[in-house]
């Protein structure tokens, strides 16, 4: 039995936590936010009142903010209230490092020292475990509309194996009910993110524990499989789907085998032996952001900043990889459009040679 947690809830409503819980929420470029402006006015008052409403059992999440965003794909976005993001960060300073030390060292969305590009760096360190010229497979799979289709008793019954804590627990389930259906979990949010995690945790503990697959990969519901076998790579995706069943999920049927002759398409790049190239798409965005974002700096719409942040961005991106010659294009199209950015085309260098 995996070892839970209790005794929680003095540290998670101890104002010290609420107030670290603050000043995280609104760094990242939240500072000027409307909400964020008018809570620091009575900063202290508004930390006490979130604190008597834990203790009294009266909390409840306010209403997201919904947008739509068109990056990687067109995705319905439901932020959480300034007010709310505060609880969450509480939540996740007490209960977060707990939760995700059930997680394997093979998943690596929204953790500390991970994210997509060490997801791509091991996927590559497996395929140089092959030797040269070996044939081999990816099983290439994700979850069919994972965040609104996550079973809330699933989750919560996971979540329950590691935290025991009564009145904490009450805090989780009106965050994960916050829908006021039986699955689904709001994209935009620090909870959502960790209990997407832990939705997929005893997945990823099938597959490296019980299965004893040795080169598997995960980054929220994506994940990879190589092998030289393709006959085991198809068992795999068919143990994979059972798998999603037991959680209340289904597999994508877009998941598919390819050899991986012409690159693996994850988090961002095509992962080759010894290299790395762009995606298509994210150079396409990135193209369209940049391009977007100087047309609306010279109408006066944007600061200069954000548009020198858009471009760093994408050499920051660009830094990893093969795309010299994609920068190089990029940026000069850019150039054509604002003399100011001309500084910028030094920072090619950092770019390696394709």
């Known amino acids: 039995m995996p070892k839970t947690f209790n005794g929680l809830w003095s540290d998670f409503i101890s104002f010290e936590n609420l107030y670290d819980a603050y000043a995280t929420a609104r760094s990242g470029g939240h500072r000027e936010d409307m909400q964020v402006m008018r809570f620091t006015r009575d900063l202290e008052t508004n930390l006490f009142n979130i604190q008597n409403h834990l203790i009294w059992g009266t909390w409840r999440p306010n209403p997201v903010y919904e947008f739509i965003v068109y990056e990687p794909k067109r995705r319905l976005i439901q932020a959480p209230a300034f007010v709310d993001r505060i609880v969450h960060h509480a939540f996740d300073q007490v209960a977060g490092h707990l939760l995700e030390n059930e997680?394997?060292?093979?998943?690596?969305a929204c953790l500390e020292n991970r994210g997509p590009l060490k997801a791509v760096l091991q996927l590559q360190e497996y395929v140089q475990s092959?030797?040269?010229?070996?044939?081999l497979y990816a099983l290439k799979g994700d979850v069919r509309h994972f965040f609104p289709s996550i079973?809330?008793?699933?989750?919560?019954?996971?979540i329950r194996r590691t935290i025991a804590d009564k009145k904490l627990l009450e805090v989780a389930d009106l965050i994960i009910d916050q829908n006021e259906q039986l699955e689904g979990l709001y994209i935009g949010s620090l909870p959502s993110q960790i209990f997407a995690g832990v939705t997929l945790t005893p997945f990823d503990h099938h597959m490296k524990d019980d299965m004893g697959v040795k080169h598997y990969v995960r980054y929220m519901d994506d994940f990879i499989i190589?092998?030289?076998?393709?006959?085991?790579?198809?068992e795999m995706l068919r143990d994979a789907e059972i798998q999603l069943n037991r959680a209340g999920l289904l597999i994508n049927p877009k998941s598919k085998i390819i050899p991986i002759t012409h690159g693996i398409d994850f988090c961002g790049y095509r992962t080759f032996r010894d290299h790395l190239l762009p995606r298509k798409r994210n150079v396409r965005n990135a193209r369209r952001?940049?391009?977007?974002?100087?047309?609306?700096?010279?109408?006066g719409n944007v600061k200069l900043e954000k548009v020198r942040a858009s471009i760093m961005s994408f050499l920051g991106y660009a830094s990893h990889c093969s795309a010299y010659r994609t920068t190089e294009?990029?940026?000069?199209?850019?150039?054509?459009?604002?003399?100011p950015f001309a500084s910028l085309n030094k920072n090619?260098?950092?770019v390696k040679h394709g």
């Open 130 to 135: 092959y030797p040269q010229g070996k044939r």
């Open 151 to 158: 079973n809330h008793m699933f989750l919560k019954g996971q």
């Open 103 to 108: 997680m394997i060292s093979h998943t690596y």
């Open 329 to 339: 294009r990029l940026l000069s199209e850019a150039l054509i459009k604002a003399r």
């Open 226 to 234: 190589l092998s030289d076998d393709l006959a085991y790579i198809r």
């Open 348 to 350: 090619i260098s950092t």
């Open 289 to 299: 952001r940049i391009l977007h974002l100087i047309e609306e700096y010279d109408k």
